[in-house]
């Protein structure tokens, strides 16, 4: 008798009570209070924020996705032999879309076990989760809701051969010592014949750069603009979306896109659950992300300040985007 869907689907709930959101009222305060004001990039992501983040990747100027993908689709059986996983752990794993090479190449090679989605949406993870065992007969999935920035630690550790996936480029979010910092945490994670894939985009054309997060169609800015709907909704915020424009440019001494919101006048905001209010002068901005691009070296370099040594590297035909294997020492 086959396993049922119960057997195969566990997921692990551990957000505290407030969900996504449970750091917003902190990051907010010394965020918008500090004399240069940021905000960290993962307020975007409501439910709002993600459909928008599905639909920028999916525009022309936007390549990161697309390439990536494609170099999975080329690629894929190659990282699986030179990683050899039995079991493949997502950080970040939204709908999975892009993972499936990844599960494809290792259910061809026999060693398919399992799955961990790390996400910080229970709904679209249970949802892949379904979705997922259907397609991979005999696939144990292991969700674990979390913020993977924050709970890495408390991930639990699997017996198998595993294969932690950082994919999308998400890593260029965090500045250099933060990305050495959360590296040498998963380096501390792995095993032996443990490794870790991860997604990076590469150093190019810097009108390139900056067309890919300044859209014609204008979705980037509204989900730069997103983060503000947040902090409306879920700390009684008073911003006026239409008082503030997107701003997104290629810092070429930092190599990052950086991405700021700028008033558009002198402005005093309200955010009633935090009892303060916000001045904004005419000019004034807001940093919403940084987008880190790198090369080969940096990688290597940042590898090597974190305990790990870069086994593997691949890259598209006009080396845009890449993909390296890391492996513990």
Not at 25 to 32: F, K
Not at 151 to 162: F, I, S, V
């Amino acid at each position: 008798m086959g396993s049922t869907a119960a057997e195969q689907v566990s997921i692990d709930v551990r957000l505290n009570g407030d969900g996504p959101v449970a750091e917003l009222a902190e990051d907010a305060r010394a965020g918008l209070g500090a004399d240069f004001k940021e905000l960290p990039p993962k307020y975007f992501y409501d439910e709002l924020g993600s459909r928008l983040f599905e639909r920028i990747t999916e525009l022309p100027e936007y390549y990161p996705t697309r390439i990536e993908r494609k170099i999975l689709v080329d690629q894929g059986a190659a990282i699986v032999d030179a990683a050899d996983p039995q079991c493949l752990i997502e950080l970040g794993s939204g709908s999975a879309w892009k993972t499936r090479t990844l599960l494809d190449a290792m259910r061809d090679r026999g060693s398919l076990h399992t799955y961990v989605p790390v996400d910080i949406s229970e709904e679209i993870t249970r949802q892949t989760a379904v979705e997922l065992i259907s397609e991979y007969p005999g696939l144990r999935v292991h969700g674990v809701i979390c913020d993977f920035e924050n709970d890495l630690e408390r991930l639990p550790a699997w017996g198998q051969r595993r294969m932690i996936a950082f994919l999308g480029g998400t890593i260029g979010n965090f500045p250099p010592a933060q990305r050495v910092d959360f590296l040498s945490r998963i380096a501390r994670m792995l095993g032996p014949e443990d490794s870790l894939l991860l997604g990076t985009d590469l150093v190019k054309d810097p009108a390139l750069l900056e067309a890919a997060y300044n859209d014609s169609a204008g979705v980037t800015a509204r989900f730069n603009k997103n983060v503000l709907t947040v902090l409306n909704r879920e700390l009684g915020a008073e911003f006026d979306l239409e008082a503030f424009e997107h701003r997104a440019f290629y810092d070429a001494e930092r190599q990052w896109i950086d991405i700021r919101l700028r008033s558009l006048a002198d402005q005093i905001v309200s955010i009633r659950g935090l009892g303060i209010e916000v001045e904004l002068r005419d000019g004034e901005e807001i940093r919403t992300e940084i987008s880190c691009k790198f090369t080969r070296a940096t990688i290597e370099a940042a590898y090597e300040q974190s305990g790990l040594r870069l086994v593997e590297f691949w890259t598209d035909p006009d080396e845009q985007f890449g993909l390296s294997l890391a492996r513990p020492g």
